[in-house]
């Protein structure tokens, strides 16, 4: 997810800047980009409760990819979510009450709605 890259990314940018007193090393233009991409596409602030709610939908196959993109664009209902993850759908009557409560709390862990919360 953006928000598990943009850690990544600024731990390397700090270790790079403390480790390299050698004003000819550079960060190269694509990793300040994609740092300024995490950092605006980034959804949550707690990134392991976000991981933790994601995980629990790899009990229902899954895979890493749709978990990301499930966390990247914050579905807001149980359709958008089938139709981006079409054998959730085939499987519905074993996991729609899993796939809710993780949108439910995605939606709680969202900084749109820590900034304005209802």
Same mark, same amino acid.
């Given at each position: 997810?953006?928000?598990?890259v943009?850690?990544i990314?600024?731990?390397?940018q700090?270790? &790079? +800047?403390? /480790?390299?007193?050698?004003p000819? %090393?550079?960060m =190269?233009?694509?990793?300040n980009?994609a740092?300024?991409?995490s950092?605006y596409?980034?959804?949550y602030i707690?990134?392991?409760?976000?991981?933790q709610?994601?995980?629990?939908?790899?009990t229902?196959?899954?895979t890493?990819?749709?978990?990301?993109?499930?966390?990247?664009? &914050? +579905?807001? /209902?149980?359709n958008?979510v089938? %139709?981006?993850? =079409?054998?959730l759908?085939?499987n519905?009557?074993?996991?729609?009450?899993?796939?809710k409560d993780?949108?439910?709390?995605?939606?709680?862990q969202?900084?749109?709605t820590?900034?304005n919360?209802c």
């Amino acid at each position: 997810m953006d928000c598990e890259v943009k850690e990544i990314l600024e731990g390397a940018q700090d270790h &790079l +800047l403390v /480790s390299s007193k050698d004003p000819e %090393i550079k960060m =190269p233009e694509s990793f300040n980009k994609a740092l300024q991409h995490s950092k605006y596409g980034s959804r949550y602030i707690d990134v392991q409760s976000v991981r933790q709610v994601l995980d629990t939908l790899k009990t229902n196959g899954v895979t890493d990819g749709k978990i990301c993109m499930i966390g990247n664009i &914050l +579905l807001e /209902s149980i359709n958008e979510v089938y %139709i981006l993850v =079409p054998p959730l759908k085939d499987n519905s009557d074993n996991n729609e009450g899993l796939t809710k409560d993780a949108l439910r709390r995605l939606t709680w862990q969202s900084i749109e709605t820590q900034n304005n919360p209802c």
